[in-house]
């Protein structure tokens, strides 16, 4: 069986299996990653919003946690992903 079998058996729709798919392969050693969510757009040629339904779906599921980051000023940052790998 391949690395991505149970997530191909699993109920997710086939944009949540791109979108966790990019997070996977950006992750360092421990699951974590941040790109924003229009950088993920853009290279997976999705728009934002489908990627937020994706990036939802994937939480439910337990495939993905995330987590708001702040700027030092106030300001909100990209998400931080922690990728169950």
């Known amino acids: 069986m391949g690395y991505f079998s149970s997530l191909y058996a699993s109920e997710l729709p086939h944009r949540a299996v791109a979108v966790y798919m990019y997070l996977h392969d950006?992750?360092?050693?421990?699951?974590?990653?941040?790109?924003?969510?229009?950088?993920?757009?853009?290279?997976?040629?999705l728009s934002r919003s489908t990627v937020k339904r994706a990036i939802v779906d994937l939480e439910k599921m337990g495939h993905l946690r995330k987590e708001n980051r702040w700027r030092e000023n106030g300001g909100k940052s990209s998400n931080m992903y922690?990728?169950?790998?």
């Open 26 to 45: 950006r992750a360092d050693k421990g699951g974590k990653c941040y790109p924003a969510i229009g950088t993920i757009a853009t290279e997976l040629k």
């Open 82 to 85: 922690y990728v169950k790998l």
